[in-house]
């Protein structure tokens, strides 16, 4: 993977492309699934009942309305998790608000970043959460010599990483991605979840909540 931007951030820059990275591999998942029911991904910004827009990964939508909504979120630093974890929330809740047939929205959680109380935050507000594991993550990668995990005031470990990170080759980013893909579960934990709660008949199921929204 060779790239000639510079980068000013090398924490920021790895993070984004090992996420988009990961994103490449649910997204098939999800485009599978979706196919495989008679849904589609849309492709485009979700309004608001006020015309506020947002972007979502990965919208479902049956029929031309939307009945779920999926994000995938790569977090490095702690400090950011309740900022991060609050606007998961009121995205998707005003969404949910002003599209009735969505039943259930999910959110993909990766990196360091995402503390006990930002899960907690997003958990309890109505939309689920899979989390991959950190050091999973850093498992993997430091087998291709790219270090997923440094202390924050450390400079140079994420500059060697991005370097390395760089040099990989297709072949070596797909076999990344698909070991990620099929070491966390990933696939097997959204189709269960989409299975539970995007297909389920009960009109009445999406109103089985622990916490009231």
């Not at 950011?80 to 998961?88: L, Q, T």
């Not at 899979?130 to 430091?142: A, E, M």
């Not at 070596?172 to 698909?178: A, Q, R, S, T």
Request: net charge neutral.
């Amino acid at each position: 993977m060779a790239t000639d931007k510079p980068v000013k951030d090398f924490a920021s820059a790895l993070g984004e492309a090992v996420g988009k990275l990961i994103e490449d591999g649910i997204r098939s998942i999800v485009k599978s699934l979706v196919e495989e029911y008679h849904m589609e991904i849309y492709s485009g910004k979700l309004f608001d009942k006020i015309g506020i827009d947002f972007e979502i990964d990965l919208p479902i939508f049956k029929e031309g309305k939307p009945v779920a909504l999926i994000d995938i979120k790569y977090l490095r630093y702690k400090k950011h998790a309740r900022d991060k974890g609050s606007w998961i929330v009121v995205a998707h809740n005003r969404l949910k608000a002003t599209f009735p047939t969505i039943k259930k929205s999910l959110v993909i959680l990766l990196g360091t970043g995402w503390t006990d109380k930002a899960k907690k935050l997003i958990s309890t507000s109505c939309t689920d959460i899979i989390s991959v594991d950190p050091p999973l993550l850093d498992r993997i990668l430091s087998e291709y010599n790219v270090r997923f995990s440094w202390d924050e005031r450390d400079e140079e470990t994420p500059k060697l990483s991005w370097q390395n990170f760089c040099k990989l080759t297709k072949e070596e980013l797909d076999e990344i991605k698909e070991r990620i893909i099929e070491e966390s579960g990933i696939k097997e934990k959204i189709r269960n979840w989409f299975k539970k709660y995007i297909l389920e008949t009960d009109p009445e199921e999406k109103l089985k909540l622990d916490y009231t929204c």
